[in-house]
């Protein structure tokens, strides 16, 4: 697979904005700037994959000296970390891919041994693995806001993880969070073992249905708290594994006779979802049939309008100050049966926030001795808030048919 060099950017690089080798990395540089403009705070990326999808990234001065680090392509690397947390952007970092994380389940060429050559020490916490953790960790965990994901669709054994998890901790000075992700029917083998250990501050799931995000963060987040060691659970590939976040309906190349999952069902399902599922967020993986998909991406303005979205979100838990951090998903007490996806909830003391995809009504049913005193509704397909009504009815039905999100305060 060819480098990128992100040449639809290269018009959001702007004077003073970092370069290396004198005039490289204007178009990745112009695309970071790009999703901090518009309002995002996180993006994700492999430090190797050699063996993998795309098979061209590693740290090393070539690809299989796994022992020998290139400090000048570590450098470049920092550049662009650095400017990322200077625009606001939370670095992701996946540590390797299921093709060459051991030899559970990847798709890696094997070799007689059974091991994946490109894995490290096979998958185990050996000279190879410990040194990789160490000089990630030493030359970029200083910045402030990152997590180290153990891989994507992980297939090493649960010792494995545990080794590598443990790791990592031993070297990070600062405890940066710390998850692992992996294939949407093996959530349950790999989650469950690891709930209540230290080493772990969360998931990153994958799923293959847009209407499940929200159960499967109510799942986790309750899982971890039942543990006693409470999780933030992400979402980071949800969807069809062919269409994941789709390009925006008019983006050049789309076809027109598109059937698959759209912005507007995954804005309803995914992205409020799972933050009223006591979510984390999301991030969107690309899918591997449409334009600018996951593989060969160099354009991020092929999802501009679900970036908008993605925004409006934020830009509402903050704005209306909502203490997201106090409150808990209760599905239940809006009527919402199991796997359902009529109402949302995410509750707190006197506060409910409810997300209806597909508009209708509920009945909030509050602990005894408690009233609504207002309902106030939100617009997340363009950010507009009403005013506040007062209200004593438990009965909440929205304005249309239409996806809505209701502030309801209580007393």
């Known amino acids: 697979m060819p480098l990128k060099t992100y040449a639809p950017h290269l018009q959001d690089w702007k004077k003073g904005d970092p370069v290396w080798k004198s005039n490289k990395g204007k178009g990745l540089i112009g695309a970071l700037n790009y999703l901090s403009w518009k309002g995002m705070n996180a993006f994700s990326f492999l430090p190797y994959n050699a063996g993998g999808d795309g098979d061209n990234v590693w740290p090393f001065v070539s690809r299989n000296q796994k022992f020998h680090y290139d400090c000048s392509k570590l450098d470049q690397w920092n550049?662009?970390?650095?400017?990322?947390?200077?625009?606001g952007l939370f670095l992701h970092f996946k540590l390797q891919e299921t093709e060459m994380d051991d030899n559970n389940g990847g798709h890696g060429k094997k070799k007689k041994n059974g091991t994946v050559p490109t894995s490290l020490d096979g998958g185990d916490l050996?000279?190879?693995?410990?040194?990789?953790c160490r000089e990630l960790v030493a030359r970029f965990g200083h910045h402030l806001a990152l997590n180290w994901n153990l891989g994507e669709e992980n297939t090493q054994s649960t010792k494995q993880q545990v080794d590598m998890a443990r790791c990592l901790r031993e070297y990070d000075p600062y405890h940066h969070h710390l998850v692992v992700h992996t294939f949407p029917d093996q959530q349950d083998k790999v989650y469950k073992p690891l709930l209540g250990l230290d080493s772990f501050t969360g998931v990153s799931l994958q799923n293959s249905h847009l209407k499940?995000?929200?159960?499967?963060?109510?799942?986790w987040n309750r899982a971890a708290i039942k543990a006693k060691h409470?999780?933030?659970?992400?979402?980071d590939e949800p969807g069809d594994a062919q269409y994941g976040m789709p390009p925006d309906s008019n983006y050049p190349g789309m076809p027109k006779d598109y059937k698959g999952p759209t912005v507007e069902q995954t804005r309803k399902w995914v992205l409020w979802g799972n933050l009223l599922g006591g979510g984390w967020g999301v991030e969107y993986y690309f899918g591997y049939k449409l334009p600018q998909n996951d593989l060969v991406c160099q354009d991020w303005r092929s999802r501009d309008q679900s970036w908008d979205y993605a925004r409006i979100a934020l830009e509402f838990f903050r704005d209306q100050k909502i203490p997201f951090w106090e409150m808990t998903?209760?599905?239940?007490?809006v009527g919402n049966p199991e796997k359902g996806n009529d109402t949302y909830c995410l509750a707190g003391a006197d506060l409910y926030l409810l997300a209806f995809p597909d508009g209708g009504s509920c009945e909030l049913t509050l602990p005894?001795?408690?009233e609504v005193t207002s309902i106030q509704w939100f617009n997340p397909r363009n950010g507009r808030i009403q005013d506040a009504l007062e209200s004593d009815s438990a009965t909440i039905t929205c304005p249309d048919?239409?996806?809505w999100v209701a502030i309801v305060r209580t007393k």
């Open 79 to 87: 550049v662009v970390f650095t400017h990322a947390q200077a625009k």
């Open 329 to 333: 998903p209760q599905p239940e007490i």
């Open 368 to 370: 005894e001795g408690k």
């Open 126 to 132: 050996g000279p190879e693995r410990k040194l990789y």
């Open 212 to 219: 499940d995000v929200h159960w499967q963060t109510v799942k």
């Open 401 to 403: 048919q239409k996806d």
């Open 230 to 235: 409470p999780w933030c659970v992400a979402f």
